[in-house]
């Protein structure tokens, strides 16, 4: 006999998921058996939306169908859609929190993305041709930024490891390096910041791409993931800190060498390429102990947990790694 056991952070589902979400998921259940082809993303929809993206709801970025997948599951209640969709760090846009209107101007579409360095072929793709060669689905994550507020979100996307696998890299690769968009001032006037090592760019080992849990998003809340969040495509790596799921991306490039990446170059004392969640190890300025979740309080604190709560699918692949600094 098959018997699941319950990891030490999950509850179960009614009580991680706010219950007019529970309720919903109930209707779904009933709809699909009804016949009707209705989503679980469609019905999680809420109402804060900008208009541009309230049109693409049936776009390919989040295509209705999208399953969630189950595996994941929260210790607490989803952010609310409003809250992660306008306390936002996306510096390209201004070094603070308030930049969703102004990122309303990047210009998404067509979006192309290059995929190049030690692979078998180099090559540029559109992100509607890529949504083709993958498997969309919802699934439920905590986002802990090292700044220590926490959220809680529905994303859609795809396994970061169909990327890797579309990528064919070569056996010399190590590591992917991914950049954000940076092409215009207009649009993103943070860029003006010529201090800042322009672009954005983060990095991963090849074995935490591959990893089940890291995850290019496409959407959230049921809809294409808005600009501020980073359109059109993002990660998100739960167990990192937050400024390790890099926005708006527009390359992968696969080498042998550890790259600097953005926060690394600027302050390496404060960020470094690992970013583990750990609560233990403090950051130089301030306790990574606890956190506290946006739409709440500051002083609601939530103890932060080793790899954010996902050390079962993760911290082997740190095993023989005990000499870096992996929690910076
Ligand atoms: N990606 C880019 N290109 N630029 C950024 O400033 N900020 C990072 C990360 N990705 C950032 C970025 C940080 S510090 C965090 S915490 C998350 O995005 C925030 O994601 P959110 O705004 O969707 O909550």
Redesign the pocket.
């Known amino acids: 006999m098959l018997i699941k056991v319950k990891r030490g952070w999950e509850l179960s589902e009614n009580l991680a998921t706010p219950e007019k979400l529970f309720i919903n998921r109930r209707q779904i259940s009933k709809a699909i058996a009804a016949g009707s082809l209705l989503s679980t993303s469609a019905l999680l929809a809420t109402t804060y939306r900008t208009d541009a993206y309230e049109k693409n709801i049936n776009s390919p970025l989040v295509n209705k169908l999208a399953p969630r997948n189950e595996k994941f599951v929260l210790d607490r209640p989803l952010t609310s859609e409003k809250y992660?969709t306008t306390y936002?760090?996306?510096?390209?846009f201004g070094s603070h929190k308030n930049i969703w209107k102004q990122a309303q101007k990047l210009t998404t579409n067509p979006w192309k993305v290059s995929v190049d360095g030690l692979v078998e072929k180099e090559f540029q793709i559109d992100i509607e041709d890529l949504l083709k060669k993958v498997d969309l689905e919802e699934r439920l994550y905590r986002?802990r930024?090292?700044?220590a507020w926490a959220?809680a979100v529905p994303w859609i996307g795809f396994p970061m490891k169909q990327l890797v696998e579309i990528a064919r890299p070569k056996a010399s690769a190590k590591f992917v390096v991914m950049r954000?968009v940076s092409e215009s001032k207009k649009e993103m006037p943070g860029l003006k910041q010529f201090w800042y090592p322009w672009p954005?760019t983060e990095a991963l080992t090849i074995d935490e791409a591959i990893n089940e849990l890291a995850f290019i998003v496409t959407g959230m809340y049921g809809k294409p993931v808005p600009p501020?969040?980073?359109a059109p495509l993002?990660l998100a790596i739960p167990w990192k800190y937050?400024?390790k799921?890099?926005?708006?991306i527009i390359s992968f490039s696969f080498t042998q060498t550890r790259p600097k990446t953005f926060w690394e170059s600027l302050a390496n004392k404060e960020y470094g390429f690992w970013a583990n969640v750990n609560p233990k190890i403090d950051h130089p300025r301030w306790s990574q102990a606890s956190e506290w979740m946006i739409g709440g309080s500051k002083n609601d604190r939530i103890p932060t947990q080793l790899f954010n709560g996902y050390g079962e699918f993760v911290s082997h692949l740190y095993k023989n790694l005990e000499s870096e600094n992996l929690y910076r």
């Not at 936002?88 to 390209?92: C, K, L, P, Q, V």
């Not at 799921?245 to 708006?248: C, D, N, R």
């Open positions: 992660a936002n760090n996306y510096y390209e986002h930024c090292v700044e959220m954000t954005y501020q969040n980073g993002r937050g400024f799921s890099i926005k708006s």
